[in-house]
Protein backbone atom coordinates (compact mmCIF):
# COMPACT_ATOMS: atom_id res chain seq x y z
CA UNK A 1 0.00 0.00 0.00
CA UNK A 2 1.17 3.90 -1.05
CA UNK A 3 0.28 5.13 2.67
CA UNK A 4 2.63 4.84 5.24
CA UNK A 5 4.16 1.69 5.02
CA UNK A 6 5.56 2.38 8.31
CA UNK A 7 2.36 2.64 10.14
CA UNK A 8 0.69 -0.53 8.24
CA UNK A 9 3.58 -2.69 9.60
CA UNK A 10 3.37 -1.30 13.23
CA UNK A 11 -0.37 -1.95 13.28
CA UNK A 12 -0.11 -5.20 11.89
CA UNK A 13 2.12 -6.23 14.50
CA UNK A 14 -1.33 -5.76 16.77
CA UNK A 15 -4.19 -8.24 16.45
CA UNK A 16 -6.58 -5.71 18.17
CA UNK A 17 -4.90 -2.53 16.20
CA UNK A 18 -5.34 -4.34 13.16
CA UNK A 19 -9.08 -5.24 14.30
CA UNK A 20 -9.87 -1.26 14.82
CA UNK A 21 -8.22 -0.29 11.28
CA UNK A 22 -10.31 -2.60 9.77
CA UNK A 23 -13.18 -1.23 11.57
CA UNK A 24 -12.98 2.25 9.69
CA UNK A 25 -14.90 2.72 6.89
CA UNK A 26 -12.41 3.15 3.47
CA UNK A 27 -12.30 6.99 3.79
CA UNK A 28 -10.88 7.23 7.25
CA UNK A 29 -8.69 4.58 7.16
CA UNK A 30 -7.00 6.99 4.47
CA UNK A 31 -7.39 10.29 6.37
CA UNK A 32 -5.56 8.11 9.58
CA UNK A 33 -3.35 6.82 6.89
CA UNK A 34 -2.17 10.67 5.04
CA UNK A 35 -1.93 11.72 8.92
CA UNK A 36 0.94 9.11 9.66
CA UNK A 37 2.60 9.48 6.40
CA UNK A 38 2.72 13.48 6.86
CA UNK A 39 0.37 14.09 3.63
CA UNK A 40 -1.55 16.29 5.80
CA UNK A 41 -1.56 17.08 9.27
CA UNK A 42 -3.39 15.79 12.71
CA UNK A 43 -6.71 16.06 13.64
CA UNK A 44 -6.76 18.83 15.83
CA UNK A 45 -10.43 19.14 16.28
CA UNK A 46 -10.85 15.33 17.22
CA UNK A 47 -11.11 15.76 21.20
CA UNK A 48 -7.74 13.69 22.07
CA UNK A 49 -5.60 15.78 19.92
CA UNK A 50 -7.31 19.49 20.99
CA UNK A 51 -7.07 18.12 24.41
CA UNK A 52 -3.68 17.15 24.08
CA UNK A 53 -2.10 20.65 22.54
CA UNK A 54 -4.32 23.00 24.48
CA UNK A 55 -3.64 20.64 27.71
CA UNK A 56 -4.10 23.37 30.55
CA UNK A 57 -1.79 21.84 32.72
CA UNK A 58 1.11 21.14 30.53
CA UNK A 59 0.69 24.00 28.28
CA UNK A 60 -1.48 26.82 30.76
CA UNK A 61 0.40 29.96 28.59
CA UNK A 62 -0.23 28.20 25.13
CA UNK A 63 -4.17 28.35 26.44
CA UNK A 64 -3.72 31.47 27.70
CA UNK A 65 -2.31 33.15 24.82
CA UNK A 66 -5.31 30.99 22.37
CA UNK A 67 -7.94 32.55 25.00
CA UNK A 68 -6.70 35.80 24.87
CA UNK A 69 -7.04 35.66 21.29
CA UNK A 70 -10.55 33.87 21.27
CA UNK A 71 -11.87 36.63 24.12
CA UNK A 72 -10.39 39.41 22.26
CA UNK A 73 -8.47 40.68 25.72
CA UNK A 74 -5.41 39.49 27.27
CA UNK A 75 -6.67 36.46 30.02
CA UNK A 76 -3.79 33.82 32.11
CA UNK A 77 -4.85 30.63 32.90
CA UNK A 78 -4.57 30.37 37.04
CA UNK A 79 -5.97 27.08 37.54
CA UNK A 80 -7.65 23.88 36.11
CA UNK A 81 -11.07 23.09 37.12
CA UNK A 82 -12.57 19.45 36.96
CA UNK A 83 -14.06 18.88 33.53
CA UNK A 84 -17.51 17.07 35.34
CA UNK A 85 -19.75 19.79 36.49
CA UNK A 86 -23.29 19.26 38.27
CA UNK A 87 -26.70 17.61 36.84
CA UNK A 88 -28.75 20.38 35.21
CA UNK A 89 -31.91 18.25 36.48
CA UNK A 90 -32.12 15.20 39.02
CA UNK A 91 -31.48 12.73 37.20
CA UNK A 92 -29.66 13.93 34.26
CA UNK A 93 -26.41 13.11 33.28
CA UNK A 94 -23.51 14.91 34.37
CA UNK A 95 -21.91 18.05 32.37
CA UNK A 96 -18.88 16.96 31.07
CA UNK A 97 -17.04 19.97 29.64
CA UNK A 98 -13.38 19.84 27.43
CA UNK A 99 -11.62 22.31 29.29
CA UNK A 100 -12.52 24.14 32.22
CA UNK A 101 -10.11 26.78 33.42
CA UNK A 102 -10.15 29.85 36.05
CA UNK A 103 -8.37 32.60 34.63
CA UNK A 104 -6.34 35.16 36.71
CA UNK A 105 -9.45 37.97 37.64
CA UNK A 106 -11.31 34.95 38.94
CA UNK A 107 -13.31 34.38 35.37
CA UNK A 108 -14.22 31.04 34.35
CA UNK A 109 -13.53 29.82 30.77
CA UNK A 110 -15.04 26.66 29.07
CA UNK A 111 -13.32 25.56 25.16
CA UNK A 112 -15.48 23.02 23.52
CA UNK A 113 -14.31 21.17 20.60
CA UNK A 114 -17.07 20.28 17.93
CA UNK A 115 -16.38 17.88 14.98
CA UNK A 116 -20.48 18.48 14.40
CA UNK A 117 -22.22 21.83 14.80
CA UNK A 118 -25.80 20.08 15.50
CA UNK A 119 -24.35 18.19 18.94
CA UNK A 120 -23.73 21.35 20.57
CA UNK A 121 -27.31 23.91 20.26
CA UNK A 122 -27.48 27.25 21.90
CA UNK A 123 -29.41 25.51 24.52
CA UNK A 124 -26.82 22.78 25.70
CA UNK A 125 -24.20 26.00 25.27
CA UNK A 126 -26.75 27.99 28.20
CA UNK A 127 -27.02 24.87 30.06
CA UNK A 128 -22.79 24.65 30.32
CA UNK A 129 -22.39 28.14 30.98
CA UNK A 130 -24.96 28.08 34.22
CA UNK A 131 -22.89 24.84 35.54
CA UNK A 132 -19.98 27.51 35.29
CA UNK A 133 -22.35 30.36 37.31
CA UNK A 134 -23.19 27.53 39.99
CA UNK A 135 -19.71 26.41 40.22
CA UNK A 136 -18.90 30.39 41.09
CA UNK A 137 -21.84 30.70 43.56
CA UNK A 138 -20.70 27.02 45.02
CA UNK A 139 -16.85 28.03 45.85
CA UNK A 140 -17.80 31.34 46.88
CA UNK A 141 -20.82 30.10 49.35
CA UNK A 142 -18.72 30.15 52.35
CA UNK A 143 -18.82 33.64 52.66
CA UNK A 144 -21.71 35.10 55.47
CA UNK A 145 -22.25 38.56 53.69
CA UNK A 146 -24.61 37.16 50.60
CA UNK A 147 -24.47 40.73 48.71
CA UNK A 148 -20.80 40.51 49.11
CA UNK A 149 -20.82 36.68 47.52
CA UNK A 150 -22.96 37.87 44.34
CA UNK A 151 -20.57 40.83 43.72
CA UNK A 152 -17.46 38.90 43.87
CA UNK A 153 -19.06 36.71 40.93
CA UNK A 154 -17.33 37.32 37.45
CA UNK A 155 -18.16 36.64 33.95
CA UNK A 156 -18.60 33.12 33.15
CA UNK A 157 -17.18 32.06 29.21
CA UNK A 158 -18.23 29.46 26.83
CA UNK A 159 -16.42 29.21 24.20
CA UNK A 160 -17.79 26.35 21.23
CA UNK A 161 -15.34 25.37 17.85
CA UNK A 162 -17.58 24.04 15.75
CA UNK A 163 -15.40 21.80 12.76
CA UNK A 164 -19.28 21.78 10.59
CA UNK A 165 -21.53 24.22 11.87
CA UNK A 166 -24.99 23.92 11.28
CA UNK A 167 -27.42 26.42 8.51
CA UNK A 168 -27.82 28.92 11.09
CA UNK A 169 -24.49 30.29 10.86
CA UNK A 170 -24.29 29.77 7.15
CA UNK A 171 -26.82 32.27 6.46
CA UNK A 172 -23.86 34.79 8.00
CA UNK A 173 -21.17 34.04 5.58
CA UNK A 174 -18.95 36.79 6.69
CA UNK A 175 -18.06 36.59 10.56
CA UNK A 176 -16.37 33.66 11.19
CA UNK A 177 -16.30 34.31 15.02
CA UNK A 178 -19.48 35.25 17.29
CA UNK A 179 -19.50 36.85 20.67
CA UNK A 180 -22.70 37.31 22.42
CA UNK A 181 -24.37 38.74 25.99
CA UNK A 182 -27.36 38.75 27.94
CA UNK A 183 -28.65 42.71 27.10
CA UNK A 184 -31.42 44.55 27.69
CA UNK A 185 -33.39 46.49 25.09
CA UNK A 186 -33.51 49.52 26.70
CA UNK A 187 -29.56 49.78 26.83
CA UNK A 188 -29.53 49.26 30.83
CA UNK A 189 -26.52 47.53 31.65
CA UNK A 190 -25.57 45.44 34.44
CA UNK A 191 -23.22 42.29 34.54
CA UNK A 192 -25.24 38.81 33.70
CA UNK A 193 -21.78 37.18 33.88
CA UNK A 194 -22.40 34.68 30.94
CA UNK A 195 -21.11 35.38 27.64
CA UNK A 196 -20.96 33.28 24.65
CA UNK A 197 -18.04 32.77 21.54
CA UNK A 198 -19.37 30.53 18.53
CA UNK A 199 -17.10 29.08 16.16
CA UNK A 200 -17.31 27.78 12.57
CA UNK A 201 -14.30 26.80 11.45
CA UNK A 202 -15.89 25.44 8.19
CA UNK A 203 -17.58 29.30 7.84
CA UNK A 204 -13.33 30.84 8.67
CA UNK A 205 -12.16 27.63 5.58
CA UNK A 206 -14.47 29.28 2.94
CA UNK A 207 -13.03 33.08 3.75
CA UNK A 208 -9.82 32.39 4.07
CA UNK A 209 -9.79 29.99 1.39
CA UNK A 210 -7.42 32.23 -0.69
CA UNK A 211 -6.85 34.92 1.83
CA UNK A 212 -3.39 34.71 3.14
CA UNK A 213 -3.14 34.63 7.48
CA UNK A 214 -2.57 38.18 8.79
CA UNK A 215 -3.58 38.32 12.50
CA UNK A 216 -2.95 36.03 15.09
CA UNK A 217 -6.80 34.98 15.58
CA UNK A 218 -6.24 33.92 11.94
CA UNK A 219 -3.51 31.99 12.89
CA UNK A 220 -4.86 30.22 16.15
CA UNK A 221 -8.18 29.34 13.73
CA UNK A 222 -6.25 28.07 10.64
CA UNK A 223 -4.16 26.14 13.32
CA UNK A 224 -7.50 24.04 13.78
CA UNK A 225 -9.00 24.43 10.32
CA UNK A 226 -6.70 23.63 7.64
CA UNK A 227 -5.06 20.28 7.68
CA UNK A 228 -3.17 20.82 3.84
CA UNK A 229 0.63 21.29 4.07
CA UNK A 230 0.70 24.55 2.55
CA UNK A 231 -0.94 26.11 5.19
CA UNK A 232 0.32 24.45 7.25
CA UNK A 233 3.46 25.84 6.86
CA UNK A 234 2.22 29.34 5.99
CA UNK A 235 0.85 29.32 9.80
CA UNK A 236 4.08 27.41 11.27
CA UNK A 237 5.95 30.45 9.75
CA UNK A 238 3.44 33.15 11.47
CA UNK A 239 4.84 32.72 15.17
CA UNK A 240 7.25 30.02 16.92
CA UNK A 241 4.21 28.83 19.20
CA UNK A 242 2.67 27.44 15.91
CA UNK A 243 5.59 25.62 14.59
CA UNK A 244 5.92 24.09 18.17
CA UNK A 245 2.25 22.53 18.15
CA UNK A 246 2.69 21.14 14.82
CA UNK A 247 6.01 19.50 16.14
CA UNK A 248 4.59 17.99 19.01
CA UNK A 249 2.13 16.71 16.65
CA UNK A 250 4.09 15.23 13.90
CA UNK A 251 6.30 13.53 16.57
CA UNK A 252 2.76 11.09 17.06
CA UNK A 253 3.36 9.43 13.48
CA UNK A 254 6.13 7.52 15.39
CA UNK A 255 2.93 5.82 17.46
CA UNK A 256 0.75 4.84 14.80
CA UNK A 257 -1.02 3.38 17.70
CA UNK A 258 -1.61 5.77 19.75
CA UNK A 259 -2.55 7.40 17.15
CA UNK A 260 -5.29 4.75 15.97
CA UNK A 261 -5.93 4.58 19.65
CA UNK A 262 -6.90 8.40 19.73
CA UNK A 263 -8.61 8.81 16.06
CA UNK A 264 -11.03 5.54 16.60
CA UNK A 265 -12.02 6.55 20.46
CA UNK A 266 -12.77 10.04 19.02
CA UNK A 267 -14.68 8.68 16.02
CA UNK A 268 -16.71 5.95 17.69
CA UNK A 269 -17.44 8.83 20.57
CA UNK A 270 -18.91 11.01 17.46
CA UNK A 271 -20.65 8.04 16.18
CA UNK A 272 -22.23 7.58 19.02
CA UNK A 273 -23.22 11.36 19.67
CA UNK A 274 -24.76 11.36 15.62
CA UNK A 275 -26.55 8.25 16.53
CA UNK A 276 -28.11 9.74 19.65
CA UNK A 277 -28.87 13.11 17.65
CA UNK A 278 -30.61 11.11 14.67
CA UNK A 279 -32.25 8.95 17.35
CA UNK A 280 -33.42 12.02 18.77
CA UNK A 281 -34.54 13.63 15.58
CA UNK A 282 -36.39 10.79 14.39
CA UNK A 283 -38.23 10.51 18.62
CA UNK A 284 -39.29 13.92 17.59
CA UNK A 285 -40.30 13.72 14.17
CA UNK A 286 -42.57 10.74 15.28
CA UNK A 287 -43.95 12.49 18.15
CA UNK A 288 -44.65 15.63 16.02
CA UNK A 289 -46.45 12.66 13.52
CA UNK A 290 -48.58 10.99 16.27
CA UNK A 291 -49.32 14.47 17.72
CA UNK A 292 -50.94 15.45 14.01
CA UNK A 293 -52.40 12.53 13.74
CA UNK A 294 -54.39 12.62 16.65
CA UNK A 295 -54.93 16.17 16.03
CA UNK A 296 -56.32 15.15 12.67
CA UNK A 297 -58.39 11.91 14.33
CA UNK A 298 -59.51 14.61 16.62
CA UNK A 299 -60.84 16.83 13.46
CA UNK A 300 -62.45 13.54 12.07
CA UNK A 301 -64.45 12.50 15.04
CA UNK A 302 -65.32 16.55 15.35
CA UNK A 303 -66.33 16.47 12.07
CA UNK A 304 -68.17 13.48 12.52
CA UNK A 305 -70.33 14.64 15.32
CA UNK A 306 -71.17 17.75 13.23
CA UNK A 307 -72.68 15.36 10.49
CA UNK A 308 -74.32 13.02 13.17
CA UNK A 309 -75.82 16.47 14.59
CA UNK A 310 -76.84 17.63 11.07
CA UNK A 311 -78.50 14.00 10.67
CA UNK A 312 -80.11 14.60 14.02
CA UNK A 313 -81.32 17.86 13.31
CA UNK A 314 -82.96 17.02 9.78
CA UNK A 315 -84.67 13.68 11.46
CA UNK A 316 -86.22 16.11 13.69
CA UNK A 317 -86.89 19.10 11.32
CA UNK A 318 -88.65 15.83 9.06
CA UNK A 319 -90.56 14.41 11.47
CA UNK A 320 -91.86 18.15 12.94
CA UNK A 321 -93.09 18.65 8.85
CA UNK A 322 -94.81 14.76 9.13
CA UNK A 323 -96.23 15.73 12.10
CA UNK A 324 -97.59 19.49 10.63
CA UNK A 325 -98.78 17.57 7.38
CA UNK A 326 -100.55 14.82 9.48
CA UNK A 327 -102.14 17.53 11.63
CA UNK A 328 -103.56 19.28 8.46
CA UNK A 329 -104.62 16.27 6.96
CA UNK A 330 -107.03 15.48 9.85
CA UNK A 331 -108.79 19.18 9.47
CA UNK A 332 -109.09 18.44 5.96
CA UNK A 333 -111.24 15.07 7.02
CA UNK A 334 -112.96 16.64 9.60
CA UNK A 335 -114.17 19.80 7.21
CA UNK A 336 -115.07 17.49 4.18
CA UNK A 337 -116.95 15.30 6.86
CA UNK A 338 -119.33 18.41 8.01
CA UNK A 339 -120.11 19.13 4.18
Not at 77 to 98: K, Q, T
Not at 266 to 272: E, F, K, M, N, T
Not at 282 to 306: M, V, Y
Request: proline content about 4%.
Amino acid sequence: MRYAPRAIDKIGESPELAARFEELSPERQRHFLDMCSGARGMAVCYDPFFKYIFNPVTHRQRLSRFLSSILNRQVRVREVLPNEGGRIVAGSPFVIMDIVVELEDRSLANAEIQKAGHLFPGQRAACYSSDLVLRQYTALKGDDAETALYLQMRSVYTVVIMEESVEEFHRHPEPYIHRGRQQFDTGLELPLLQEYVFIPLDVYRKKLHNKAIETELEAWLGFLAFDDLERIWEISRYDPIFGEMYHELSEFRKKPGEVLGMFSEALIQLDRNDAKYYADTLRKKAAKLEAKLQSQDAALKLKDEEIAGLRKNKDEVIAGKDDEIAKLRRRIEQLESRK
